[in-house]
Structure formats: C-alpha cells, structure tokens
C-alpha cells in the first residue's frame, strides 16, 4: 500500500520558519518525482513545489520563491519543505503527492497517493 505521511505543521508567527516532513511507506521514495501542495480555507489546492526523483530538478509556485526550499533524502525515504519568511497567506494545510515515470519537475501534473496533510498556521 502506497503511503505518505506528513508532519511538522503548527503555529508560527510571521517571519517563522517550519520545516515539513513528508515520509513514505510501501514503496521506495526514489521511484517518484513528490509535490508538495496546499490548500487554504475556502480555495482550491494549489501546487506549492516539486523534486524530481533524483532530485535534479525543483520547481517552485511564483508565491513562494525565494523562501521555500525543497529537499529529498532518498536514504530516509522522506521529502522536506523548508518554509522560512513565513506569510499569514502560507496558512493552509499542506499535502505531499507522488508521480511515477518521468524524472523531471515542471509543473504539478500527474500527482496522486496523497498523505493526510499537516496544518500550518501563520498568525497575523
């Protein structure tokens, strides 16, 4: 069964920083590209950020350049999001999902085996 699970939401003030896990069980993280993604009260998920299976491509949403960082440790078989100058607009819950085949990330296409999310709440 394929499985991912993240954790490291909570509360932060703006300016914060949280560092999200995303880890998997059932299959090898190394054979899927993983996305991140969000979704705020009231709107429509949204693609966040992307790694390729090897890591040799990220891709980021206009909205968070420059402050998001995306990660992978194949040996820990877990994905990473390092959110720093953290926005009260960043407050969502946060998903990760993965897509088989083509080692690349250009965009938020193809993304399934979604995790439970974990909340990030940025107070104003």
């Known amino acids: 069964q394929l499985r991912l699970v993240e954790s490291g939401g909570g509360l932060v003030q703006p300016g914060g920083s949280l560092r999200l896990s995303c880890a998997a069980s059932?299959?090898?993280?190394?054979?899927?590209?993983i996305g991140w993604f969000r979704q705020a009260p009231g709107k429509e998920r949204e693609g966040v950020s992307c790694?390729?299976?090897?890591?040799?491509?990220?891709y980021y949403a206009d909205s968070v350049k420059g402050r998001f960082t995306i990660s992978r440790d194949n040996a820990k078989n877990t994905v990473y999001l390092q959110m720093n100058t953290l926005k009260p607009e960043d407050t969502a819950v946060y998903y990760c999902a993965a897509r088989p085949f083509l080692d690349f990330c250009a965009g938020f296409r193809g993304f399934g085996s979604w995790g439970q999310g974990t909340q990030v709440t940025v107070s104003s």
């Open positions: 790694i390729s299976k090897s890591g040799g491509s990220t």
């Open positions: 059932g299959f090898t993280l190394d054979a899927y590209n």
